[in-house]
């Protein structure tokens, strides 16, 4: 195994307490509001910890927005579908800590085995590949450029090095001050990168996020180019569950809640939020009693968390900053998942996971039958395929069938030899669940803690000072969310790691 260098071996952002309790009292009670990653991390450390939780979730099952469902397809065979890929980065410290409870060798994630960025052939661009690059932060932008043919030695002459080292310069504190007034459509046109080098590896990177260049800040840009790249010591290699979410994750989950003691009510959707005087809080859930809790946790996505506030006027009451804030909370892009049923396969040499750039629409293929047992197994019995087509950040005038189209043309331009497969069912949904990061939003974000005491936010969404993003900022603010449930209570809390929170070069001039 390649060792890390020091300087960039994960950093202990959380350190455990031998000093204090690991348990709580007797008394302590709470109720986790959303059953996906964040929730479902929240109520997992503080169940285990000893606090009494009830976790309630709208939809029939857990997930969020890493969700299943069951399909009857047209041949009458039963799948269970998803809402999507999502890679499972390595330095995903802390959501990798809460899987090993259910395998301390995490042996339902597989190695992806690459991570290529594709055009089609017309445009005239060879794929770029970031999966053979040092692991070690400096050598592995010294490698990429020496390496991408997106860079040629006579262009970077006219790139903006101070532009260009605010990615290594990276603070928390500083970075944001100076960049998120500024879009990265703006920073990027300032970078003077080539065509090719900024589409290749700029443009796929900012749709990742269910965001625009345009209505993307710069400053949650360079954190991201500093969470995925300039501070990752873990390369960008990445895994995905061996088997759909449900039977990887969510139903193990449900059993090791319950084995823990917490209660797992899905189908329960809470419609207000109320202060409950020494009781602490009370969750009014449409068709069924309130529910009672001294901690509160609030872990549903941004249009969910905005209506759950606009009808809660107590809590608005109790704290109006925190009303308005979640009010005002932007929304990404709409984006767009369609699963197709395929007979025939595409060139057994493609990646599972495709990035793609330079289509008006497709931003990623994923070849499910490559990467996940149960459609492995329907594209076995059918001599087929399931592939999948995601639009990050799909134009929002469009039709759900006009943007399914719009892709399906597009795989044929970037692959060809799709245009042989024959689709035999289709699962497709659009979806405007994302969290926006548009520019000067950053300081009224809302945050883990609140002004509504015992009242805590969980979610891609929410601020946080810990380097993170998309699932593991879920893990991360969830863990927060329930180490300050423990503080209140006496007891210890939950160590937790990431990268180092500055960048390389951070500090120097």
């Known amino acids: 195994?390649?060792?890390?260098?020091?300087?960039?071996?994960?950093?202990?952002?959380?350190?455990?307490?031998?000093?204090?309790?690991?348990?709580?009292?007797?008394?302590?009670?709470?109720?986790?509001?959303?059953?996906?990653?964040?929730?479902?991390?929240?109520?997992?450390?503080?169940?285990?910890?000893?606090?009494?939780?009830?976790?309630?979730?709208?939809?029939?099952?857990?997930?969020?927005?890493?969700?299943?469902?069951?399909?009857?397809?047209?041949?009458?065979?039963?799948?269970?579908?998803?809402?999507?890929?999502?890679?499972?980065?390595?330095?995903?410290?802390?959501?990798?800590?809460?899987?090993?409870?259910?395998?301390?060798?995490?042996?339902?994630?597989?190695?992806?085995?690459?991570?290529?960025?594709?055009?089609?052939?017309?445009?005239?661009?060879?794929?770029?590949?970031?999966?053979?690059?040092?692991?070690?932060?400096?050598?592995?932008?010294?490698?990429?450029?020496?390496?991408?043919?997106?860079?040629?030695?006579?262009?970077?002459?006219?790139?903006?090095?101070?532009?260009?080292?605010?990615?290594?310069?990276?603070?928390?504190?500083?970075?944001?001050?100076?960049?998120?007034?500024?879009?990265?459509?703006?920073?990027?046109?300032?970078?003077?990168?080539?065509?090719?080098?900024?589409?290749?590896?700029?443009?796929?990177?900012?749709?990742?996020?269910?965001?625009?260049?345009?209505?993307?800040?710069?400053?949650?840009?360079?954190?991201?180019?500093?969470?995925?790249?300039t501070g990752n010591p873990e390369g960008l290699g990445m895994d995905a569950p061996v088997d759909d979410y449900r039977t990887t994750l969510w139903d193990p989950f449900t059993r090791l809640l319950e084995k823990h003691g917490a209660t797992v009510t899905t189908g329960a959707r809470a419609v207000s939020l109320r202060p409950d005087g020494a009781r602490g809080w009370a969750v009014d859930v449409e068709g069924e009693p309130a529910r009672q809790a001294r901690h509160l946790v609030v872990a549903t996505d941004v249009p969910a968390t905005r209506e759950l506030v606009a009808a809660s006027p107590e809590l608005a009451a109790a704290a109006p900053g925190l009303a308005r804030r979640i009010a005002a909370l932007p929304s990404g892009e709409p984006y767009l998942v369609a699963r197709l049923y395929c007979e025939g396969d595409v060139d057994p040499a493609r990646a599972p996971f495709t990035g793609v750039t330079r289509e008006r629409v497709l931003d990623s293929v994923s070849l499910f039958h490559r990467l996940e047992g149960g459609s492995a197994r329907w594209a076995r019995e059918r001599g087929g395929s399931v592939v999948e087509l995601h639009s990050y950040a799909c134009p929002p005038a469009a039709s759900r069938d006009e943007l399914v189209a719009a892709m399906r043309e597009e795989l044929t331009a970037l692959w060809p030899e799709a245009a042989d497969l024959r689709v035999l069912d289709a699962e497709s949904h659009r979806y405007t669940n994302a969290p926006g990061f548009d520019p000067g939003y950053h300081l009224v974000r809302p945050g883990v803690l609140t002004d509504a005491r015992g009242l805590r936010l969980a979610g891609d969404w929410v601020a946080c000072e810990v380097p993170s993003a998309l699932m593991e900022r879920a893990a991360v603010t969830a863990v927060t969310a329930a180490n300050d449930v423990l503080r209140e209570e006496g007891a210890g809390p939950e160590p937790m790691r990431s990268i180092r929170p500055r960048g390389v070069l951070a500090g120097r001039r």
């Open 1 to 229: 195994m390649l060792r890390v260098p020091g300087p960039f071996r994960p950093h202990h952002h959380v350190t455990a307490r031998p000093d204090l309790p690991h348990r709580v009292g007797p008394d302590a009670t709470a109720v986790v509001v959303g059953g996906g990653v964040a929730g479902v991390s929240a109520a997992l450390v503080l169940a285990e910890r000893g606090v009494r939780v009830e976790l309630l979730e709208a939809a029939p099952q857990l997930g969020g927005r890493l969700g299943t469902w069951d399909r009857r397809l047209s041949d009458g065979s039963e799948v269970i579908v998803e809402h999507g890929y999502h890679g499972f980065f390595r330095q995903y410290y802390t959501l990798r800590d809460l899987l090993r409870r259910l395998d301390p060798e995490l042996g339902f994630l597989r190695d992806v085995g690459g991570y290529p960025i594709a055009s089609r052939p017309s445009v005239g661009w060879e794929p770029e590949d970031f999966t053979a690059l040092p692991r070690t932060p400096l050598l592995n932008l010294v490698a990429l450029v020496l390496r991408s043919p997106s860079f040629k030695l006579g262009e970077l002459r006219h790139v903006n090095a101070d532009e260009a080292l605010a990615m290594l310069h990276y603070d928390p504190v500083r970075t944001y001050a100076e960049h998120d007034h500024r879009s990265a459509a703006e920073l990027l046109d300032s970078l003077g990168f080539s065509d090719r080098g900024r589409a290749m590896l700029f443009e796929v990177f900012a749709h990742s996020f269910f965001n625009v260049e345009q209505r993307y800040s710069a400053a949650e840009f360079l954190a991201m180019c500093h969470f995925y790249f």
